[in-house]
């Protein structure tokens, strides 16, 4: 009886261990960018900021996906694209196989789990935050809280769509949820202007959310 107990207990063990993990169950869909272009708000327009968050995937393993980054842009006398409608309908999952996100109403309406504990970088690393030297908690968005591109108007919120790295501004968000008693993710503040020195000088060097599409 105790031969076959202890058989019973390898084999059930044997089991458990060659399951796979959570990371393994759910892989990446979700990450903030570890870096930027180095132009500030200069990304390369929306196809340029594309290419870079499936650069920074593919090199941290992730190559099998069609990747986004989060990111609106404007257009004169109508609304731009809305960085929302780029990012696929989810779920989505950081780098450790956390969720960050069911769909796109739990991403923008309900969210509580994008925080600077989630908000990991392609590696699973975390991003700088308030209180860390340097801050670089001022992720690039262009949007509104909503994630939707914004009305028309004079003022510019997405560094000429992500092509100037001297005048203009853009809209950021927080991804830590902390700084001037902003706490969105996707609209806390304007920045300075669209220089890596502006960028820095609100607490940011450039990032932006990149999203797995498909």
């Known amino acids: 009886m105790k031969k076959k107990y202890l058989i019973g207990l390898i084999i059930g063990f044997s089991a458990l261990t060659s399951l796979p993990t959570m990371a393994e169950d759910k892989p990446m ?7 930027g272009s180095g132009k500030g ?9 594309d290419a870079h968050c499936t650069k920074l995937a593919k090199a941290a393993g992730e190559d099998k996906r069609e990747w986004r980054a989060y990111l609106s ?3 004169e006398g109508k609304r731009g ?3 929302r409608d780029r990012i696929g309908k989810g779920p989505w999952y950081n780098a450790k196989g956390e969720m960050i996100a069911a769909n796109l109403t739990d991403l923008h309406l309900y969210n509580k789990t994008i925080l600077k504990e989630s908000a990991l970088d392609e590696n699973g690393a975390l991003v700088n935050g308030r209180g860390d030297k340097p801050n670089r908690h001022d992720i690039l968005t262009g949007s509104m809280d909503d994630g939707t ?22 809209m950021v968000g927080h991804h830590d949820r902390h700084g001037g008693g902003n706490t969105s993710w996707t609209a806390a503040h304007g920045t300075r202007g669209c220089s890596m020195d502006d960028l820095a000088k609100t607490g940011g060097s450039g990032l932006f959310y990149c999203f797995a599409a498909d």
């Open 81 to 83: 694209i809305s960085a």
């Open 149 to 170: 591109a914004f009305f028309p108007d004079d003022k510019d919120h997405t560094c000429n769509n992500w092509t100037s790295s001297d005048k203009g501004s853009a």
């Open 29 to 35: 869909g979700f990450f903030v960018t570890s870096v």
């Open 73 to 75: 842009t404007e257009a």
């Open 41 to 49: 708000g200069d990304l390369g327009g929306l196809e340029g900021a």
